[in-house]
């Protein structure tokens, strides 16, 4: 009697990409971009002219695009350094899951230079960004309350200045002073 596990056909890598621009209607060049690599690349990767990559970044970046865990893929070696999504990426992905966009239209809503670096946001990779109209843009499209995103935005500053060596302690009226023209600017800013 033959094995249930036994009887699982593994789909190859290249193939699930094929099947997933398929059924998204992805152009090639679009997908190039949001994983940061060439369109030929992809082609290759797709045809097998090359085999499918190991690079853990790329790798995490099409498991990101494609809504899947990167361990789906058998090229897949778990990272020696942890994942750490941070609170931020934790409500983008709660906001984009209440809105129903699947990770290929919310990262079509961005421009094209921007889609990369929300994929790596997403992936946890890195944090929200610190220019506020890339923040903004992101609040915008979640449908969110720009003051929602400007908790975010704020504790990613001064997580930033600490890092820097600023001391948030002894210099407390400064920074208060700061994000209180912060939050005024962007309550009068459309």
Known sequence: MANKKDSIVTMKSSEMLYNFLENNNLHKKDFAQMIGVTLSYVYNLIDETIPFSTRTTTVERIATVMDISPEEFVE??????????????????????????????????????????????????????????????????????????????????????????????????LLKAIFTCSRNYIQTKP
């Open 76 to 173: 897949y070696k778990i990272p020696q350094d942890p994942i750490l999504i941070d609170e931020a990426t934790e409500f983008i992905k709660e906001k984009q899951k209440e809105k129903n966009l699947t990770t290929v239209q919310f990262l079509k809503s961005f421009p094209r230079k921007q889609r990369l670096e929300m994929v790596d946001i997403l992936r946890g990779a890195r944090p929200i960004p610190l220019d506020w109209e890339q923040v903004s843009l992101i609040a915008q499209i979640l449908d969110v309350k720009k003051e929602e995103m400007y908790e975010f935005w704020e504790a990613r500053l001064k997580q930033l200045l600490q890092n820097s060596g600023f001391n948030t302690e002894n210099n407390i009226g």
